[in-house]
């Protein structure tokens, strides 16, 4: 099996975070919960984590970090938790539904929505969003990458109009956090939401959120916490205050031990195989008749995504049979970005993703491009 998903998940992890999380299911005690050795070694793992990540972002203090299941949770928490009737926010076309279907909800409750458009390939111009701004913006909420196209937004100069305009600015990292560096002071982002199974390279079931200092987030959840038992309301202080009940100690192992890994290998030696990879792939089949290629590859700055469509097969149709005749893993259908599918203009065909990552190689590269020539010979 040739598996080229890894913007959906990455499957190959390094083993030393398989065998941390084994460490963990084999002697971590709940994190608060005791003081009993076992409790305090998971105490310990947590907390080192939240350093880890600190550093990792860029972030001031391990208390500014805040644990997850995935991003869906922490953009959840982030868009409920600073947004309410009355206050504006701005969004893009290429946002995926963890961060629409909050939107959307709240749009509900009385906030007003403002969706900025893309261009033909699918980019977003910092002047559109600059536009868009009213005196009751409260947040400009977007991904740091689309998981189409592998477009990449200017996080800076989003950062910098948030900034100018004393707005929250929210980044979705899913598709960027552990391909490119986020230093969330530089780029000024207010709260980053990321997940820790894609390029991060950590179990499923973990992720989180960067909070600066001086945001207040209402939290999500409430219930226990290990402090303050005798309070009726959750404790206040954060990171506690936007976590409740018991972390995925276990991921959170893995995680860090990833986290780990991606820093020993170096982050730009991991990014530039997996984009020496997606272009390997790109040339071999740009120039294919009947293939139609989606997104920005006019500059080099991008993720390791190629999405297309063959003439007018349905995209499943393809997906299928690259598995089931080549043996190759990929995405199809609407990859839960429906707005940015409608901009695309393939909202009923779909499209097929081909996402790369540092455990694919070139020979698998080729099958790939001959795959696809030879389907679109059909």
């Known amino acids: 099996m040739i598996y080229m998903d890894n913007a959906a998940t990455t499957i190959h992890k390094p083993k030393e975070v398989i065998e941390s999380v084994v460490r963990a299911m084999n002697g971590m005690g709940n994190a608060g919960r005791g003081a009993h050795e076992n ?52 969004t893009t076309v290429l946002e995926h539904n963890s961060v629409l279907r909050p939107l959307y909800e709240m749009q509900e409750k009385g906030v007003d929505l403002t969706i900025v458009q893309s261009d033909d390939v ?156 997606m272009w390997q792939f790109y040339h071999g089949i740009r120039n294919t008749s009947n293939v139609k290629i989606y997104g920005d590859f006019q500059t080099k700055y991008r993720c390791p995504i190629v999405a297309l469509n063959i003439g007018d097969y349905d995209s499943a149709e393809v997906s299928d049979e690259l598995l089931m005749v080549y043996h190759i893993s990929t995405r199809s259908g609407a990859h839960c970005a429906p707005l940015m599918h409608e901009a695309l203009d393939t909202k009923e065909q779909g499209a097929v993703r081909f996402s790369f990552s540092y455990a694919n190689t070139a020979e698998e590269i080729e099958m790939a491009i001959q795959a696809i020539r030879l389907i679109a010979e059909e």
């Open 122 to 277: 699918g980019n977003i111009s910092c002047e559109e969003v600059k536009k868009a701004i009213r005196p009751n913006t409260k947040a400009i909420i977007c991904t740091g990458a689309s998981n189409l196209t592998g477009n990449i937004i200017d996080l800076k100069c989003m950062g910098e109009i948030a900034k100018s305009h004393q707005v929250l600015f929210v980044v979705d990292a899913s598709q960027l956090a552990g391909i490119y560096p986020i230093n969330v002071q530089e780029l000024q982002i207010d709260i980053l939401c990321f997940t820790g199974h894609k390029a991060l390279l950590g179990p499923q079931g973990t992720g989180g959120l960067y909070v600066r200092e001086g945001v207040c987030v209402r939290p999500l959840l409430s219930g226990g916490s290990g402090v303050d038992t005798y309070s009726k309301t959750h404790p206040v202080l954060m990171p506690t205050r936007l976590e409740a009940g018991t972390l995925n100690g276990h991921g959170i192992a893995g995680l860090s031990t990833a986290i780990e890994y991606i820093e020993s290998v170096g982050l730009d030696v991991l990014r530039e195989k997996e984009m020496a990879l």
């Open 39 to 90: 409790a305090l070694n998971a105490a310990r793992t947590v907390y080192l984590a939240r350093e880890k990540l600190c550093k990792f972002f860029g972030a001031d203090s391990a208390k500014e970090i805040v644990f997850t299941m995935n991003a869906t949770e922490s953009l959840n928490i982030a868009i409920k938790g600073i947004l309410q009737s009355g206050d504006h926010v701005i």
